[in-house]
């Protein structure tokens, strides 16, 4: 339960919750592999964001991030309160970012490589500090919708029923939209193509409730990798597993390719109005 109310000012309290249940959730009904996979996935991610957008990582204490990491180790409320201390200590929101979270995940990964804690340590560290970056990253990087309806599908890796994408592309075009698509890629060309883009509207299609663990890791991903983004996952997945946005920490899903376009078309008509002279 979200309680520490100086904490609370830090963080976005909804984005938080929802990627704390997403990842209790996982614990639940991902295999011990796959949940190992996307514990390394926010750890690694985290650990390079610095480095991969070139930019300097604030001077920490080490002694303060190691203290970090027995707090996320400790319970996410543990590891917000000392979040609220750091930021009475005045260290800004960018160097919680930068400094102390890409310093929890790689701390937290070399004492699991060398073996101080465990499987289970390290999987409920990272779950803590996924949220932590959630409620945070959304707070420093908001929502930037694509104002000239531009948007990005992906098949899962491993999806092998990749017509719906062509399909969902088109009825889109048909409608205005520019659309890019991208099937039979792994992860890592995912995020890579992504990373590289501007785009902020991005679809993910699944055939199967067996797809969830690659789903899920990939969305870890891309939260981290394109914080500002907008997801929306669907396929049939979406009937097999109906709580699959909330498991995965997506932002909504869609059964049918009307309901993608009016969701979609409602975020972007939203930004719109955002934009529009009070």
Request: aromatic share 6%; hydrophobic share 45%.
């Given at each position: 339960m ?20 997403a ?6 009904k ?19 964001t ?38 009475q200590?005045?260290v ?12 929890a ?28 970056m ?28 990749t017509i719906?994408i062509?399909?969902a ?6 409608r ?10 792994d ?11 501007n ?9 199967r ?15 981290i ?17 109906p709580?699959i946005?909330?498991?995965v ?8 390719m ?21």
């Amino acid at each position: 339960m979200f309680q520490p109310a100086s904490a609370h000012r830090e963080l976005d309290e909804p984005t938080f919750l929802a990627a704390k249940t997403a990842f209790t959730t996982q614990t639940q009904k991902l295999s011990p592999e796959s949940l190992a996979l996307v514990a390394e996935e926010v750890l690694r991610r985290l650990a390079d964001t610095a480095n991969l957008a070139r930019i300097k990582v604030p001077a920490t204490s080490p002694e303060k991030v190691d203290a970090f990491c027995d707090a996320l180790l400790s319970g996410d409320d543990a590891a917000v309160e000392y979040i609220s201390v750091l930021r009475q200590d005045g260290v800004i929101l960018d160097e919680l970012y930068l400094g102390y979270i890409t310093g929890a995940a790689r701390l937290l990964g070399e004492r699991w490589e060398r073996d101080e804690i465990s499987f289970f340590d390290v999987t409920i560290a990272s779950g803590h500090l996924y949220a932590i970056m959630r409620g945070l990253r959304r707070a420093i990087v908001p929502l930037q919708a694509s104002k000239n309806r531009h948007a990005f599908f992906a098949a899962v890796p491993g999806e092998t029923h990749t017509i719906g994408i062509s399909v969902a592309a088109d009825m889109f075009r048909q409608r205005g939209w520019q659309v890019d698509t991208q099937v039979n890629a792994d992860h890592d060309e995912i995020i890579e193509t992504l990373t590289q883009s501007n785009h902020t509207l991005i679809g993910l299609s699944a055939s199967r409730a067996g797809m969830t663990d690659a789903l899920a890791r990939l969305n870890v991903a891309l939260r981290i990798a394109k914080p500002d983004a907008f997801i929306l996952v669907s396929g049939q997945i979406t009937e097999e597993e109906p709580d699959i946005a909330k498991i995965v920490d997506a932002d909504c899903k869609a059964d049918d390719m009307p309901t993608a376009l009016a969701l979609l078309e409602g975020v972007v008509e939203c930004q719109d109005a955002a934009d529009l002279p009070k």
